[in-house]
């Protein structure tokens, strides 16, 4: 391929660009990549693995899309960990590195941050402040259609409003999650929220209406077996405070089935513990009994010594309500014994941290004054080698001070013969100087004042000049000015004559046509009824003759319409208008109809007011509103014609004037259809007119 020369350097250029491209973008790809193995490693139980190729990747990241999203991954990072401070930081550098707000990823983006700083604010105890970022977020994610993340943040918001006590708007907000979100999580946790809201209110029955349909989604999906658990255990509770410990019991052991079912061995501990308590406090004693003998083996078999002691305490009380004495002081004695044993195990590891402490600190101790001691003996060794050294440097620096100050002497009986000799010259050199620098300011204070004289004599005549020039611009401009004004006067007068030609052409026109055509038609009507008593056969004719006359009158009544109503519609016509005086001024014009096919069906001669009135209205505005825009709006609903014309311009005082013959005129001009004329008007605030027409008479 063949490159001319003029072009080669275009050519390297355009090859620099394509590689520039191409590296960036594979710059962005490889540090994509590496975002996505790192939230891969997060998001797959390796967190710690993350946290510390996230730290190492933030400091060679370039793109602004990985740091951004790297700073992310650690904000949730640190949330999980409940570093709220940290994942607050994190989140706030996150909204900072990103660049793009308006692309869908940076939005999306967006919203997870506030959500992000919606819950390290909650957990931090800043109700307000999560409340704020939550409201934020459902802001953002309803203006950009993120449907899924607006009623994440509604949900959040509800939960914080149930922490501040607000709980009419909590219910409200769980309400509208459940009827709108497609989220099943969402919906589940409504439905739970809901329930213990309800709950704390004594409205078990709501309460439990709400954990049933939690709990027929739990029962859908194997993975929320735990979930329904929970869902069940909080329905006993309800029937708990209604009294109802029959379906109280019923609903624990379907959640201890569950429990079982899925090997939350520690859950069904807690369930059998809650069985026991309802059993006990029934005076079931023997079935209480068996309840916390197995509570008692399945807590050893765990090892959950909170259990085990706590099944000891209420086999005592059993016990000791049968009159077993002997049994109850041996399940006391195992009590205490393990609380004696937790207690005892606690201190002793105290004591252990501490002994481990001591000893790490007498250690540490130990080694640093063996390391003092080191340092010491070394530094002995070099001083004595040192001392020796010193000794022979003053010996040598002594020596050389010596001679250094004969020398100085010597030197200094030279320079000062030299400084007197300098001093000599330079006030030999200074009187020359003195002189040459008296002649020369002489020389340029003349030559001053020689310059200066015909310069200033300059300065005046351009003066004059300047003054007479500008005289002379305005004689000229006063002569423009009436030239102006004399052309728009005899410009005026010609459109005067020749509308008033024209006006008398039109008048001789419809005098002509009613002479000839509708008063021959007429006189013709009228010679028919005189012999209508004769010849009463005749009427026919005379209504014929009518009919025709009607009709001559009604063309003749069209005729007279300007010539642009009769063959445009009327909705052009008036945008024509309006673009013609946008043009031709400053102002900026907003029209509105509706609709425009029964706009223009109107009748030409309504239409031909209507005109009239828009010429009038926008006249009025250029000369005297100072307005910059015009808001015009006219609308044909229900046999009726709306018209609003309203400008933003210096407005006026009703009550202060008095209507001009174009208002007035306005005026007559809807009151002939038996229209409504309203003007509202005050200084500085504008000026607003409506006028309705009844299109049915």
């Keep these: 391929m063949f490159i001319k020369p003029q072009n080669i350097f275009v050519f390297l250029l355009l090859c620099y660009t394509s590689i520039c491209i191409a590296q960036t973008t594979a710059v962005i790809d490889s540090e994509d990549k590496k975002v996505n193995q790192l939230f891969y490693y997060f998001n797959n139980g390796s967190e710690t693995k993350a946290y510390r190729e996230a730290h190492k990747s933030l400091r060679t990241f370039k793109s602004n899309n990985a740091i951004t999203n790297t700073n992310l991954l650690l904000a949730y990072y640190h949330n999980r960990y409940v570093a709220i401070d940290s994942s607050i930081y994190y989140t706030h550098q996150a909204l900072n590195s990103k660049k793009n707000v308006n692309d869908s990823l940076g939005v999306r983006l967006t919203i997870l941050s506030y959500q992000l700083l919606a819950l390290n604010n909650k957990n931090k105890g800043l109700y307000q402040e999560s409340k704020k970022w939550h409201i934020k977020g459902a802001e953002l994610s309803e203006k950009h259609n993120e449907t899924n993340l607006y009623y994440t943040h509604l949900h959040g918001l509800a939960s914080t409003y149930v922490t501040l006590g607000k709980t009419d708007e909590a219910l409200e907000l769980f309400e509208k999650c459940i009827k709108f979100s497609n989220d099943e999580e969402l919906i589940l946790g409504s439905y739970i929220n809901l329930g213990s809201i309800y709950s704390s209110l004594s409205k078990y029955e709501t309460s439990n209406a709400y954990l049933q349909k939690a709990k027929d989604i739990c029962e859908k999906d194997t993975y929320k077996k735990q979930a329904l658990v929970n869902v069940i255990i909080n329905i006993g509770d309800n029937y708990l405070g209604k009294g109802e410990t029959d379906k109280a019991l019923l609903a624990f052991y379907e959640a201890k089935d569950i429990s079982n079912e899925t090997r939350s061995y520690n859950l069904e501990l807690i369930i059998l513990g809650k069985i026991g308590a309802v059993l006990f406090n029934e005076e079931r004693d023997n079935e209480a009994l068996l309840i916390f003998s197995n509570t008692l083996i399945k807590s050893v078999n765990l090892g959950n010594l909170d259990i085990e002691m706590n099944s000891y305490l209420m086999l005592e009380k059993l016990s000791l309500r049968k009159g077993d004495h002997r049994s109850a002081y041996n399940y006391g004695k195992y009590y205490y014994q393990i609380k004696d044993s937790i207690e005892n195990s606690q201190r002793q590891q105290e004591i252990n941290?501490?002994?481990?402490?001591?000893?790490?600190?007498?250690?540490?101790?130990?080694?640093?004054?063996?390391?003092?001691?080191?340092?010491?003996?070394?530094?002995?060794?070099?001083?004595?080698?040192?001392?020796?050294?010193?000794?022979?440097?003053?010996?040598?620096?002594?020596?050389?001070?010596?001679?250094?100050?004969?020398?100085?002497?010597?030197?200094?009986?030279?320079?000062?013969?030299?400084?007197?000799?300098?001093?000599?010259?330079?006030?030999?050199?200074?009187?020359?100087?003195?002189?040459?620098?008296?002649?020369?300011?002489?020389?340029?204070?003349?030559?001053?004042?020689?310059?200066?004289?015909?310069?200033?004599?300059?300065?005046?005549?351009?003066?004059?000049?300047?003054?007479?020039?500008?005289?002379?611009?305005?004689?000229?401009?006063?002569?423009?000015?009436?030239?102006?004004?004399?052309?728009?006067?005899?410009?005026?007068?010609?459109?005067?004559?020749?509308?008033?030609?024209?006006?008398?052409?039109?008048?001789?026109?419809?005098?002509?046509?009613?002479?000839?055509?509708?008063?021959?038609?007429?006189?013709?009507?009228?010679?028919?009824?005189?012999?209508?008593?004769?010849?009463?056969?005749?009427?026919?004719?005379?209504?014929?003759?009518?009919?025709?006359?009607?009709?001559?009158?009604?063309?003749?009544?069209?005729?007279?319409?300007?010539?642009?109503?009769?063959?445009?519609?009327?909705?052009?016509?008036?945008?024509?208008?309006?673009?013609?005086?946008?043009?031709?001024?400053?102002?900026?014009?907003?029209?509105?109809?509706?609709?425009?096919?029964?706009?223009?069906?109107?009748?030409?001669?309504?239409?031909?007011?209507?005109?009239?009135?828009?010429?009038?209205?926008?006249?009025?505005?250029?000369?005297?509103?100072?307005?910059?825009?015009?808001?015009?709006?006219?609308?044909?609903?229900?046999?009726?014609?709306?018209?609003?014309?309203?400008?933003?311009?210096?407005?006026?005082?009703?009550?202060?004037?008095?209507?001009?013959?174009?208002?007035?005129?306005?005026?007559?001009?809807?009151?002939?259809?038996?229209?409504?004329?309203?003007?509202?008007?005050?200084?500085?605030?504008?000026?607003n007119i409506n006028i309705e027409i009844p299109l049915k008479a």
């Design 353 to 687: 941290n501490l002994e481990v402490k001591f000893k790490t600190l007498e250690k540490e101790k130990t080694i640093k004054v063996l390391q003092i001691e080191n340092l010491n003996k070394s530094l002995n060794i070099k001083n004595k080698d040192a001392d020796i050294e010193k000794y022979k440097l003053q010996k040598a620096i002594i020596a050389k001070q010596n001679e250094n100050q004969v020398l100085q002497l010597q030197n200094g009986v030279e320079k000062r013969k030299n400084e007197i000799a300098l001093l000599k010259e330079k006030e030999a050199l200074k009187a020359v100087e003195l002189d040459r620098e008296k002649t020369i300011k002489y020389i340029v204070l003349v030559a001053f004042f020689i310059l200066l004289i015909p310069i200033v004599g300059l300065l005046v005549i351009y003066y004059q000049k300047l003054q007479a020039q500008s005289l002379l611009n305005l004689k000229e401009k006063e002569i423009n000015e009436q030239q102006v004004i004399s052309l728009k006067k005899d410009q005026e007068l010609k459109l005067i004559k020749a509308s008033v030609r024209g006006q008398d052409q039109e008048r001789k026109k419809i005098a002509q046509e009613m002479h000839d055509s509708v008063g021959g038609n007429l006189a013709a009507i009228k010679l028919q009824f005189s012999q209508l008593y004769n010849h009463p056969d005749k009427l026919k004719l005379i209504y014929s003759q009518l009919d025709d006359t009607y009709e001559q009158v009604r063309n003749l009544s069209h005729n007279l319409l300007p010539k642009k109503i009769r063959e445009n519609d009327f909705v052009f016509l008036v945008k024509e208008y309006i673009h013609t005086v946008e043009d031709a001024s400053e102002i900026t014009i907003n029209l509105s109809f509706y609709d425009e096919e029964k706009i223009n069906t109107l009748s030409k001669i309504l239409q031909n007011e209507l005109f009239s009135i828009f010429q009038e209205l926008t006249t009025n505005t250029l000369k005297y509103a100072k307005a910059k825009t015009i808001d015009i709006q006219l609308d044909v609903l229900n046999e009726c014609l709306f018209f609003v014309y309203e400008d933003d311009g210096i407005g006026f005082d009703l009550s202060m004037i008095t209507l001009g013959i174009g208002l007035t005129n306005i005026k007559n001009r809807v009151e002939n259809y038996n229209g409504i004329l309203h003007i509202d008007s005050k200084p500085n605030r504008g000026t």
